[in-house]
């Protein structure tokens, strides 16, 4: 146990072993034995691996550790515990160890993290325990911190600090440096200063590194970037992140209905935003949500059963479309052998396309000028696809049954149903963006609905008419 060190950026790290599962972050070897440790009841080897491991490392530890042993460990290295853990820690896993937490405790992380940070731990506490945790800090952080919370959940409100750096433009670089080392209150980290009018409104930026360089003597507004990217508070969180990987920002400046700066974004927060935004969209595809991993199993069971029982609803659609030709299966059993071939090619034909349309729509590389172009494009894929598998399909069908009319009543239906599943894979995500529904959400439904439904009639329709 006493060999497992974990070093932070200010040490020097120990060389991996060969049987480490990688060169960074948590392996299964130690939390196995921090696990066995945490069971005997042997406290120093694990404070002093909890006393080495960065911060996230040691999220991933709490996330990886049984409920039991979570418990063990803070009453073992709580006090070790750096409260930036519980920015890092998977949300589910973070609302049950706050719950364990009286108000005063909470208050103590909540003190110690960035506004932004702060704001996410006490979002999801019942109204009244967030009330409690809020009359337990120092009267400045209570209102900061309840103005943050007034903000919508996903809005540049909620990710912004309120800490920043701002200047008048008349002033020169020396009165700005001088203000930087004598000012005690400043955030903990930040790119560039911000220069703002009489009213405090934004008027230009200087990168740190510009501000480093010059010299003394020269004013703040020769040297500063006019142009800048402005963040309304309410901006929605999604929208932010797309300034920020659009324009290749570090930080940006977050203002009020007024326009005057009330606080910043910087690139740290705007990751975790694109990061999350990625997993949900994702996630959504599959019909599961963020919390399935940590989750209840009876809270995970609701959420998947209620997709669940919309794919039964959708199979029961696509199980009347075959009904329909019930004469046609029962005198040629060939084409209940086939059958599924041309509906699962159909649906993962789809489900491409569906992916990369859902993708584009979030980064915006799909638009309405772009549109018909795309969707031309998708379509004539799926069409040279369809005809290359129903060649393939065809001469399979005509070899293995020996009869040519079977090869080509499913290489017909196999065009058909493919090209069909590439326009519906790119339509529905954009027909759904435009009527301000998540194409993440829906859209895997209405795609897996089309494709069987079309794939079944095209291929029980043709043979009806071609074998009958």
Known sequence: MNELRFQDGNEEAAPPREDDEGLYGMTDTTVQEIAESLELGQEDPIREVVAELHTADLADLIEQLKSKHRTLLFEVAGDLIDPEVFSEIDESIRDDLVEDMDPTEIAAVVTELELDDAVHVLEDLEEEDQ??????????????????????????????????????????????????????????????????DPRHHPVGTIPLDRAMRSQRTVNVRDIMNREQKLIPVDMDQEEVAYL?????????????????????????DIVDVINE???????RLGGVSEDDLFGSIMGTTRTRFTWLLVNLLTAVLASIAIGFFDATMEKIIALAVLMPIVASMGGNAGTQTLTVAVRALATRELTSNNMFRILGKEAIVAFLNGTAFAILIGLVAWIWFGDLSIGWVIAVAMVVNMLVAGVAGMAIPIALDHYKIDPAVASSVFVTTITDIIGFVAFLGIATLVLL
């Open 131 to 196: 009330q409690d945790v809020l009359r337990e800090l120092p009267a400045e952080d209570r209102l900061v911190i309840e103005q943050s919370l007034s903000y919508d959940e996903d809005s540049a409100g909620r990710l912004m600090q309120r800490d920043t750096i701002a200047v008048p433009e008349y002033w020169n670089i020396g009165q700005t440096i001088d203000y930087l080392r004598d000012t005690q209150d400043l955030p903990n980290e930040f790119y560039e200063i911000f220069v703002v």
């Open 244 to 268: 920020f990987q659009q324009y290749r920002l570090a930080s940006a400046a977050v203002v009020n209905e007024s326009g005057a700066l009330i606080g910043m974004i910087t690139v740290d």
């Open 277 to 283: 935004e990625a997993e949900e969209d994702i996630l």
